[in-house]
C-alpha cells in the first residue's frame, strides 16, 4: 500500500473550490430571497413572477404548444360541460 501516492493537495484544491461554491450559491439564494422580498413589498406576487421566469426558461415552441394543448383540453372540457349538467338533472 506504501507504493500508492494520492495527492493531498490537488483533492484539497477540489474540496476547497467545491466549498467555495456552495459560499456563494447560498449567497445568491439569499440575493435571490431579498429580490422576491422587494417585489411582494411593492405589491407584486411572487408566484406569478416565478412562473414567468419558469416560462422565459422554456423552449418558444414548446411553450406554445402546451399553451395550445391546455387551451383546447379545456375548451373541450367547457363544451362538455352543460351536456353532464342537463343529465345530472
Known amino acids: 500500500m ?3 501516492s494520492i ?3 490537488r483533492i484539497r484544491s477540489f474540496v476547497e473550490r467545491i466549498e467555495n461554491l456552495d459560499t456563494e450559491l447560498q449567497e ?3 440575493q435571490k430571497k431579498e429580490v422576491f422580498s422587494e417585489a411582494k413589498a411593492e405589491g407584486f406576487d411572487v408566484k406569478i413572477l416565478k412562473e414567468i421566469i419558469k ?3 422554456e423552449d418558444k415552441d414548446e ?3 402546451r399553451e395550445s394543448l391546455l387551451d383546447l383540453y ?3 372540457m367547457d ?3 352543460p351536456e353532464k349538467v342537463a343529465k345530472a338533472a
Request: no cysteine; aromatic share 0%; proline share 5%.
Open 2 to 4: 506504501s507504493d500508492i
Open 63 to 65: 411553450r406554445d404548444e
Open 74 to 76: 379545456m375548451r373541450a
Open 79 to 81: 363544451a362538455e360541460a
Open 55 to 57: 416560462l422565459r426558461k
Open 7 to 9: 495527492p493531498g493537495g
Open 28 to 30: 445568491l439564494s439569499e
